[in-house]
């Protein structure tokens, strides 16, 4: 492949200021239209080191309006970053809707840098790059423009850069011992880079190949794809229609099975068995918070269910005997105006816990396929395509040594009405009944639907759903906290 690229393909000055100009204001009006039609965009800057990305960069930002970018150089993982899931990093950086995100170096470095110099196991390549295509999918379909380039050179103009950068005093601080390492080991890397292209090239995010030995030829080329690139973009989705989203039928189709309807709302526990079991339990799982230390594990714990069904219950009685320091809860409502231009996976990936911790999550990216889709706060192709999304997700929190454990806290309608009732007339709980739980209880057909369709797309051998019996409290609590410990230590 890169060898078949000409890179005797040069430039003179004279047509190259003539077409550069022309293509920098065609690119400053694109952006304009972007900002308006709320289009992100993602520039991916891969090649050799000293390949010119620096001052294509440079010559991009000049024309553009500096409000509506972002220029990220990407390095090897910080400590910090190395306590996520490698797209983690990532996840933070991505442009909101109208904006533009510009990576020098990406995602990419791991199937690159790493590989060189070994940081990175050969197992795991396959995981990685299956990781990175799922990755770049979902923000095409969400309706992101990513455009990525390979800058290529030939090992003598490599070599020959990077001297030249070497002994200049104003250019010499940007030369890393790794680019020498490229030029080294040219061959190896340009395999590494061959592999890579090879396997990450899709439909949806294609390379462009660039002869980069002459600069000049390299930025013209790169502005003229880009420009092709956001310009097919927004044609795209100018033809686009949304459908709009149809609730789901109040009968399961007869292909489909019945989960909650098989689940036993009569198991239930006495007071005293409760307080028993309840203390084993949190003792045993205070002693797992140190093993989930030691072994290097991160916990999440996902809590899904009826209104009232008990999940705030549930979550105290997990975390009364944790040590504060290594566990965190988050609650989920609607996304607010910042996460409103983000992928709505962007919000979770951001409040994922590191390594060693446990992440405690009331309400989830199950969102998208439950309320999101009953209510019609999203399009059908946005909910059906959510249950790929959820199930990568969680297939990368799980490569990444994550132990992920989902609950759906399932009651009956009678025992909701009871409980619902004794909140409206309890003065310290009367806050938490709101006219949206009346609402969402007159949906109860759609929405027991949407949750038995859930369970059967995304209950996966790497995070299965559990079903829990929440008509009695007691057994509720002291099954979720069993089943914690049964799966941690599984998992471990």
């Known amino acids: 492949m890169l060898d078949n690229l000409n890179l005797n393909l040069a430039l003179d000055k004279h047509t190259y200021l003539a077409q550069i100009e022309d293509l920098m204001r065609e690119l400053r009006s694109l952006q304009n239209?972007?900002?308006?039609?709320?289009?992100?965009?993602?520039?991916?800057?891969?090649?050799?080191?000293?390949?010119?990305?620096?001052?294509?960069?440079?010559?991009?930002?000049?024309?553009?309006?500096?409000?509506?970018?972002?220029?990220?150089?990407?390095?090897?993982?910080?400590?910090?970053?190395?306590?996520?899931?490698?797209?983690?990093?990532?996840?933070?950086?991505?442009?909101?809707?109208?904006?533009?995100?510009?990576?020098?170096?990406?995602?990419?470095?791991?199937?690159?840098?790493?590989?060189?110099?070994?940081?990175?196991?050969?197992?795991?390549?396959?995981?990685?790059?299956?990781d990175i295509n799922a990755f770049e999918r979902q923000l095409v379909e969400d309706g992101v423009i990513i455009s990525k380039f390979w800058l290529h050179l030939s090992q003598k103009e490599l070599k020959n850069r990077l001297h030249k950068y070497q002994e200049d005093e104003w250019e010499s601080w940007r030369v890393r011992k790794e680019d020498w390492q490229q030029a080294k080991k040219y061959q190896k890397y340009k395999d590494l880079a061959e592999n890579m292209l090879t396997y990450t090239s899709t439909g949806f995010a294609p390379w462009t190949l660039v002869e980069a030995n002459c600069k000049r030829w390299a930025k013209v080329k790169v502005l003229t794809q880009l420009v092709a690139d956001i310009q097919e973009g927004l044609r795209k989705r100018k033809i686009e229609v949304q459908t709009p989203s149809a609730p789901p039928t109040s009968k399961l189709l007869s292909t489909e099975y019945d989960y909650l309807k098989q689940v036993d709302l009569t198991l239930s526990l006495k007071k005293q068995e409760y307080t028993e079991k309840l203390k084993s339990a949190q003792i045993e799982l205070r002693r797992l918070q140190k093993?989930?230390?030691?072994?290097?594990?991160?916990?999440?714990?996902?809590?899904?269910?009826?209104?009232?069904?008990?999940?705030?219950?549930?979550?105290?009685?997990?975390?009364?005997?944790?040590?504060?320091?290594?566990?965190?809860?988050?609650?989920?409502?609607?996304?607010?105006?910042?996460?409103?231009?983000q992928h709505h996976l962007w919000r979770f990936w951001r409040r994922l816990p590191p390594k060693r911790k446990i992440g405690i999550f009331d309400r989830s990216w199950y969102g998208r396929v439950l309320v999101e889709r009953v209510e019609g706060f999203a399009t059908e192709q946005e909910w059906r395509r959510a249950y790929q999304e959820i199930n990568e997700f969680e297939a990368q929190l799980f490569s990444a040594d994550y132990v992920v454990i989902k609950f759906w806290l399932h009651i009956s309608q009678d025992e909701q009405l009871k409980r619902f009732n004794a909140r409206k007339n309890d003065h310290y709980k009367n806050y938490k009944l709101t006219d949206e739980d009346w609402r969402n209880r007159e949906q109860w057909d759609l929405y027991d639907v949407a949750v038995n369709q859930t369970i059967a797309r995304t209950s996966t051998p790497q995070a299965q759903w559990t079903i829990v019996p929440g008509d009695n409290k007691y057994y509720a609590r002291v099954y979720i906290l069993e089943t914690i410990i049964d799966t941690i230590k599984n998992q471990l």
């Open 33 to 130: 239209i972007c900002w308006k039609e709320k289009v992100a965009i993602i520039v991916v800057l891969e090649g050799w080191a000293a390949a010119g990305k620096g001052s294509l960069v440079k010559k991009m930002t000049n024309y553009m309006d500096p409000r509506g970018f972002l220029v990220y150089p990407v390095l090897a993982e910080s400590i910090e970053e190395k306590e996520y899931p490698f797209l983690w990093r990532f996840w933070q950086k991505l442009p909101p809707k109208g904006a533009v995100s510009i990576f020098y170096h990406s995602w990419y470095i791991h199937l690159l840098e790493d590989r060189l110099f070994k940081r990175l196991k050969n197992s795991t390549i396959p995981l990685v790059t299956r």
């Open 291 to 341: 093993k989930i230390f030691e072994e290097d594990k991160g916990v999440i714990l996902l809590f899904e269910g009826w209104d009232a069904a008990g999940k705030g219950g549930a979550i105290k009685r997990v975390t009364d005997i944790l040590d504060p320091r290594s566990y965190q809860v988050h609650s989920f409502s609607a996304p607010n105006q910042e996460e409103a231009q």
